[in-house]
């Protein structure tokens, strides 16, 4: 379950700015927790923003401060803003979502099918 759409990524300079998208047809992303995470080559997927069904929100360290989600539920939509790029955000980005953890404050383990996701390259 949970069949996701990405987009958005593509090219930009450092310290530009973009915007992703993340849809979904067959889940409802106001009840659920939902994330963003990404994967750079050679690295481990990892989750970088989350948003719980409350509207909490919780950040990886390294984009605390420049990266921002949010949820749109009248367009069953999530959105990653993401600020001040650095060359190091270059990966793919994926949603996905799962149930919020009370120990992390964050999303927990994923639960639905992972996207094709969107790239997001950053130049230096």
């Known amino acids: 379950q949970g069949q996701f759409v990405e987009s958005g990524g593509g090219l930009v300079q450092a310290g530009g700015s973009l915007r992703l998208s993340c849809a979904a047809s067959?889940?409802?992303?106001?009840?659920?927790?939902v994330g963003w995470f990404r994967q750079a080559p050679g690295k481990q997927r990892e989750l970088v923003a989350s948003?719980?069904?409350?509207?909490?929100?919780n950040y990886a360290d390294s984009v605390k401060g420049r990266f921002t989600i949010s949820r749109e539920d009248a367009k069953n939509t999530v959105y990653l803003q993401m600020d001040s790029l650095k060359p190091d955000d270059t990966a793919v980005y994926y949603c996905?979502?799962?149930?919020?953890?009370?120990?992390?404050?964050?999303?927990?383990?994923?639960?639905?099918?992972w996207g094709q996701g969107t790239q997001v390259t950053v130049s230096s």
């Open positions: 948003i719980s069904s409350a509207g909490r929100t």
């Open positions: 067959d889940v409802s992303f106001s009840i659920n927790a």
């Open positions: 996905n979502i799962g149930t919020w953890s009370l120990r992390t404050e964050a999303l927990g383990v994923p639960t639905g099918d």
